[in-house]
């Protein structure tokens, strides 16, 4: 299952809600997860089950979706959250989008 | 506190053989499941290979026959058996743990060990 992530760069001020978005190839019913990733780090889950935070999440991230197209809202936007996001479908065998990148406008 | 660490990435010759290692603490590796998952610039995320609770062990296709996961519960420690490498393989080396019975999300990743295959 091939996951597309768009944009591949997202500008926003700080403050600002940011939204991404996830396309998969086939469904994957609601067996899709978020990540974040610094530079010089692991990627942390932030989402699964399309709509679950993980634990210690700030309410400020949320996602939905199901079947085929999902989405990851930020909230307000901040100094911390500017960092690169991928989705990753595990209703086959794990694949992942190729991430967007959300910088400071 | 759950935690990862790989070790055993290094510079390696095409053809040549390496183990790579994933130190667990925190939770009992042979009690949930463990993944490779392995990242590269021009490719992006790759799920490598997994080993369920119950012992049962799969692959990407591109790592078949190459590459061979495994772990030792005395030492708490799940360990990628990589032979016949290639210089696609090279890549930062991750190790992430799934909650039994979850579907295969990680949480936590450890920090990573860069394999470099290049003569």
């Known amino acids: 299952i091939v996951m597309t992530q768009s944009p591949v760069t997202l500008s926003v001020s700080p403050g600002e809600r940011a939204t991404l978005s996830c396309r998969a190839s086939?469904?994957?019913?609601?067996?899709l997860a978020w990540y974040q990733q610094k530079p010089g780090q692991a990627p942390r889950l932030l989402i699964y089950?399309?709509?679950t935070r993980a634990t210690g999440i700030p309410a400020r991230f949320s996602g939905s979706g199901s079947g085929t197209e999902f989405t990851l809202t930020i909230g307000s936007l901040q100094s911390e959250d500017f960092a690169v996001y991928y989705c990753?479908?595990?209703?086959?065998?794990?694949?992942f989008g190729g991430g967007t990148n959300v910088e400071i406008k | 506190e759950v935690q990862l660490v790989e070790t055993g990435g290094g510079l390696i010759q095409p053809g040549g053989s390496l183990r790579l290692s994933c130190a667990a603490s925190?939770?009992?590796?042979?009690?949930?499941?463990i993944s490779w998952v392995r990242q590269t610039p021009g490719k992006g995320l790759e799920w490598v290979s997994i080993?369920?609770?119950?012992?049962?062990?799969y692959y990407a296709e591109s790592v078949k026959g190459r590459f061979t996961i495994s772990r030792d519960n005395s030492k708490n420690t799940v360990y990628l058996q990589m032979n016949s490498l290639r210089a696609e393989d090279t890549a930062l080396y991750y190790c992430?743990?799934?909650?039994?019975?979850?579907?295969?999300?990680?949480?936590?990743w450890g920090r990573g060990t860069l394999v470099t295959v290049s003569s």
């Open positions: 925190g939770f009992t590796v042979s009690s949930d499941y």
């Open positions: 080993i369920y609770s119950n012992g049962n062990t």
């Open positions: 089950g399309a709509s």
């Open positions: 990753q479908q595990y209703n086959t065998w794990p694949t």
């Open positions: 992430g743990r799934t909650p039994a019975g979850s579907g295969n999300w990680f949480h936590p």
């Open positions: 086939q469904t994957v019913s609601s067996n």
